[in-house]
Nanobody, 124 residues
């Protein structure tokens, strides 16, 4: 399994923006699919966005499409999630993990392991 450290979460008003960062440690992410997942209290983990390691293909959940943007900087060994037009329903703990992408499963976690995550709270 790979190791990641998430940061950039916080409290923001509806319509605001945040940029989450996912720093890899102990390896380079060049050859890995990386995904952002989130979990609200009492709910299951859900896939938010994934980015491939080959051609930069991306996936976005319908609920965030047009508002979130995933990107990667291999030189910095970091993956980002730019979050714009935030809504209260975006409130959750956000995790970055290794993922996989197929035609039938476009964005799924590779392992059932979750780190510390970063808290995002959208509230007035």
């Amino acid at each position: 399994q790979l190791h990641f450290v998430e940061s950039g979460g916080g409290l923001v008003q509806p319509g605001g923006s945040l940029r989450l960062s996912c720093a890899a440690s102990g390896f380079t992410l060049d050859y890995h699919v990386i995904g952002w997942f989130r979990q609200a209290p009492g709910k299951e983990h859900e896939g938010v966005s994934c980015i491939s390691s080959s051609n930069g293909e991306t996936y976005y959940a319908d609920s965030v499409k047009g508002r979130f943007t995933i990107s990667r900087d291999n030189a910095k060994n970091t993956v980002y999630l730019q979050m714009d037009s935030l809504k209260p329903e975006d409130t959750a703990v956000y995790y970055c993990v290794e993922g996989y992408m197929t035609s039938s499963t476009p964005c799924n976690p590779a392992y059932d392991y979750w780190g510390q995550g970063t808290q995002v709270t959208v509230s007035s």
